[in-house]
């Protein structure tokens, strides 16, 4: 929001106090649903992702990776099942270049992929009002994080943040979007991030893909990581990663002191001008804090992290909400 007008400036800080106190409404637009469909769905997704497709319903929902052969991650999702197939929800930027390359692997398979963005309303929501509307087009609204409940025409999935998303056949949308319009304040990608962030959950974005091994932005302790599966691309060095105990960088979640973008590289005094480690998502909060997720080696914190080779401006270690070994 760096150089943004007052007025603008000002809208951004009411969507901050709505999200904070009220009921919101945000329309998923920095985020793409890769659809895949055919019999051969499961199996074929199984051989690809890192997670265990086997634990994805249509009542249960699962984040996942996908990595190049390296075992770098080219991108990560959110999945669900509707209609026997399955969804993935993933960064819109890297949306398209994700399914052309699965689609590359498909081969004989019965399988059919697609970014089906235009066909499906993507929106996130959160607050009493706004779960309440929920409930007059759904049967019961999803209790625990991953609970997916779903209706004819799309579905609810409780996230790690509390809050929900909802997807929805948009020729159908249009009652249950009028209900949320009329409950809900909107607010923007930005303010919405803030709530991935809070809760440790990052997303793969086009800067920082093929930097991290799925542990490095820790899809071992967000369930994104089955080492009991067959082979998948990459499942060498992250089973090698795992057993050999050498993660040595994690994800964390960070104060900046500066201005800082998705990609851009973390130092600390104990490695001099080799970078230590990589912003990963970056958020603003109220008072113009910057929080961030960003990956670096856990013994930077040691002699600290900086955003500069000079080591100024130093990142302050805000914790997360969940246990990292």
């Not at 692997?105 to 509307?133: H, I, N, P, S």
């Not at 049967?139 to 998303?165: C, Y």
Request: aromatic share 8%; with cysteine; net charge neutral.
């Amino acid at each position: 929001m760096s150089g943004l007008s007052p007025d603008v400036s000002d809208q951004y800080m009411q969507q901050l106090e709505a999200l904070r106190k009220g009921d919101v409404l945000c329309m998923m637009n920095h985020f793409a649903v890769i659809r895949v469909s055919g019999s051969d769905a499961q199996s074929f997704l199984q051989g690809q992702l890192s997670s265990d497709l086997r634990e994805v319903s249509e009542s249960h929902s699962q984040y996942s990776s996908y990595s190049n052969a390296k075992g770098r991650v080219l991108g990560n999702f959110l999945i669900w099942q509707f209609r026997a197939d399955y969804f993935l929800l993933v960064s819109a930027d890297i949306a398209d270049a994700l399914c052309k390359r699965l689609g590359m692997f498909v081969l004989r398979a019965q399988v059919k992929l697609q970014v089906a963005t235009e066909q499906w309303l993507l929106a996130g929501v959160k607050g009493g009002r706004a779960e309440e509307a929920l409930r007059a087009v759904f049967s019961g609204l999803p209790e625990q994080s991953h609970d997916v409940i779903a209706s004819d025409s799309g579905g609810l999935i409780r996230l790690p943040a509390g809050s929900l998303l909802l997807f929805y056949d948009k020729p159908a949308a249009a009652a249950v979007g009028n209900q949320l319009e009329q409950s809900c304040c909107r607010v923007g990608a930005e303010a919405w991030s803030l709530l991935d962030i809070s809760a440790g959950i990052p997303w793969i974005t086009r800067p920082t893909q093929e930097q991290f091994v799925p542990q490095m932005v820790n899809m071992d302790v967000l369930g994104g990581i089955s080492f009991k599966k067959g082979c998948y691309p990459g499942q060498e060095i992250v089973a090698r990663t795992q057993y050999l105990g050498k993660v040595k960088r994690r994800l964390f979640r960070v104060e900046l002191p500066v201005e800082a973008s998705p990609g851009d590289a973390l130092y600390s005094p104990a490695t001099g001008e080799q970078a230590i480690g990589m912003v990963v998502n970056v958020g603003r909060e109220e008072n113009a804090r910057l929080v961030a997720l960003a990956v670096a080696q856990v013994a930077g914190w040691e002699t600290g992290l900086f955003l500069e080779k000079e080591h100024k401006n130093a990142l302050k270690n805000l914790g997360l909400p969940y246990v990292v070994d």
